[in-house]
């Protein structure tokens, strides 16, 4: 019982160190980037349309099209059905924090 609790604690502390250190990456790199070319440029960034969301990390942009998961497509209800109840709560939780 102790190895596993043990082997939880390494594996939480591994995976917050190479999230920090990826941060902390993203961000020297754009204020370095910042400094030398004048030009801003953020770590990371989201913009969410009403059928596209944009996601901004350091100078690249993807764009994802959300029109296949609108409320009355098959594609949702089959995502929404397939996923587990942690995810439908937070789905939900979200869908009516933006409903307007």
């Known amino acids: 019982m102790q ?5 939880a604690v390494r594996a939480v502390f591994l995976y917050l160190l190479m999230t ?5 990456f993203l961000d020297s790199y754009s204020k370095s980037y910042n400094r030398i070319s004048g030009e801003d440029m953020i770590p ?5 349309g009403k059928e596209t969301a ?3 990390i350091t100078d690249k942009k993807y764009t994802l ?16 059905m397939l996923s587990p109840d942690d995810i439908r709560s937070s789905a ?6 933006y409903r307007r």
Do not use: H, N, P, Q
Request: glycine residues 8%.
């Open 3 to 7: 190895k596993r609790i043990k082997a």
């Open 20 to 24: 920090v250190g990826l941060w902390m």
């Open 44 to 48: 990371a960034g989201l913009v969410m």
């Open 54 to 56: 944009t996601i901004m």
């Open 65 to 80: 099209d959300l029109g296949a998961f609108a409320a009355e497509s098959k594609t949702y209800f089959t995502a929404y």
């Open 92 to 97: 939900y939780l979200i869908s009516l924090c």
